[in-house]
C-alpha cells in the first residue's frame, strides 16, 4: 500500500462526492423544496488589504465531510440518531454563488436574492461564507418579511461593531453594527468576545448603549452556556451567526484572527442545541474558515461537523 489509508476508503464514501454530505444538489433555486437548503457565499465586501481570504472556504469544508458521504444514514450521536431522521427533512446544496472582488455590491445582491428566495420556499438557509462581511445581506434580507422581528446569536471571538474600516461600512469589522441598523433586528447576543480585535472601547460601549447582551468567552466557560441561553426569550425568530474563530484556534486553526480561549466544539453545539429549545432558528451563517492556514484538515473538520450537527438541529425543528 503506498497511500495513506482513509476513512472514506474504510466506508465506502463516493470519492468524487462534491456536495456537503453527498447530499442531493439544488442548482435552481426556484425549485427548491427541501426544508433547508446550504449554499456557498464565497465573498460579499472585502477590505482591499486582504481580499476574499475566505473565498474557498465552502469548497473547503465540503471536502471535509466527503468521508461520511455513505454514512450520514448511521447513528449520529451528536444529533441522538440519523443526522436528518426523515428523508423528507434532508438539507439540499445549492452550491456557490458566483463573486466578482471588486464588486461588493452585486455580491450582496446575490446573497440577498438567494437568502429571500430560499426564505420563499419555505427553507432555512445555512449560508457557508466568505469572511464575516457576508451576513449583512442575508440579515438585510430577513427584513423583506413583514413583521418579522429577529433575535441573532452571534458567536465570534470579535464584536463586529466597527462603523468603518479603509473606508468600507460593510466589512467584516462592521456586521454587528449594521444588523443593529436594520428595524427587523430586536435583539443581539454575542458570545465568545475575547483578547484584542478590531474593536475600540467605545465601539464596545455603543453596542451596550444599543442593548447588546454579551457573554464573552471566559464568562462563557465559568458560568457555562445557560449564560448566553438565558438572555433568548422563548418563541425567539433567531438568526445564529457563527465565526469559526470562535471556536478555540487549537480545534480551528484555519482563521486569519486565532485567539487562544476559545469555545469548545460542545460548547457551540449547546448554545445552537439550546438555541433551538428557546426558539425557532430561522437562518445560520457559518463564516471565517480559511483552509489556507489550517493545520492537517483539523480545523474543516471540526467546523463542518459543527454545520452538521446545526443541519440535524434544524431538521428536527422542522419534523
Ligand atoms: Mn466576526
Same mark, same amino acid.
Given at each position: ?5 482513509? /476513512? !472514506? &476508503?474504510?466506508? *465506502? +464514501?463516493?470519492?468524487?462526492? $462534491? ?7 439544488? =442548482? ?113 434580507? /430577513? !427584513? &423583506?418579511?413583514? *413583521? +418579522?422581528?429577529?433575535?441573532? $446569536? ?7 461593531? =466597527? ?119 430561522? +437562518? ?36
Amino acid at each position: 500500500m503506498n497511500q495513506k489509508a482513509d /476513512l !472514506g &476508503a474504510l466506508f *465506502g +464514501a463516493a470519492a468524487d462526492t $462534491l456536495t456537503f454530505l453527498g447530499l442531493e444538489e439544488c =442548482r435552481d433555486l426556484t425549485e427548491l423544496a427541501a426544508p433547508i437548503a446550504l449554499i456557498g457565499a464565497p465573498c460579499a465586501t472585502p477590505y482591499r488589504s486582504v481580499g476574499a481570504y475566505c473565498r474557498n472556504a465552502p469548497d473547503a469544508l465540503r471536502r471535509a465531510t466527503a468521508a461520511f458521504t455513505a454514512n450520514v444514514d448511521r447513528h449520529d450521536f451528536d444529533n441522538g440518531g440519523k443526522v436528518f431522521p426523515e428523508p423528507r427533512l434532508r438539507a439540499v446544496d445549492c452550491g456557490n454563488l458566483p463573486y466578482d472582488e471588486k464588486d461588493g455590491a452585486a455580491n450582496r445582491a446575490a446573497i440577498a436574492a438567494a437568502v429571500k428566495m430560499i426564505r420563499a420556499r419555505g427553507a432555512v438557509p445555512i449560508v457557508l461564507g466568505g469572511d464575516d462581511s457576508i451576513p449583512i445581506p442575508m440579515l438585510e434580507a /430577513l !427584513g &423583506a418579511e413583514e *413583521g +418579522a422581528r429577529y433575535t441573532i $446569536l452571534q458567536i465570534d471571538a470579535h464584536i463586529d461593531w =466597527r462603523e468603518v474600516h479603509m473606508d468600507e461600512r460593510l466589512g467584516l469589522s462592521s456586521t454587528m453594527r449594521r444588523a443593529s441598523e436594520m428595524p427587523h433586528i430586536e435583539r443581539i447576543i454575542q458570545v465568545g468576545a475575547r483578547g484584542i480585535g478590531s474593536a475600540a472601547t467605545s465601539d464596545y460601549e455603543d453596542a451596550l448603549a444599543w442593548g447588546v447582551k454579551f457573554v464573552p468567552a471566559h464568562d462563557l466557560h465559568r458560568q457555562g452556556v445557560e449564560a448566553a441561553l438565558d438572555l433568548i426569550p422563548e418563541g425567539s425568530r433567531i438568526v445564529i451567526c457563527i465565526d469559526a474563530d470562535a471556536l478555540d484556534p487549537a480545534l480551528v486553526p484555519g482563521v486569519i484572527g486565532r485567539a487562544p480561549g476559545g469555545l469548545t466544539y460542545y460548547q457551540l453545539v449547546d448554545l445552537i442545541k439550546g438555541a433551538a429549545r428557546r426558539g425557532r432558528i430561522e +437562518a445560520m451563517d457559518f463564516v471565517e474558515f480559511m483552509p489556507e492556514r489550517d493545520v492537517d484538515g483539523i480545523g474543516a473538520l471540526t467546523f463542518a461537523r459543527a454545520i452538521t450537527t446545526a443541519l440535524g438541529v434544524i431538521a428536527r425543528q422542522r419534523a
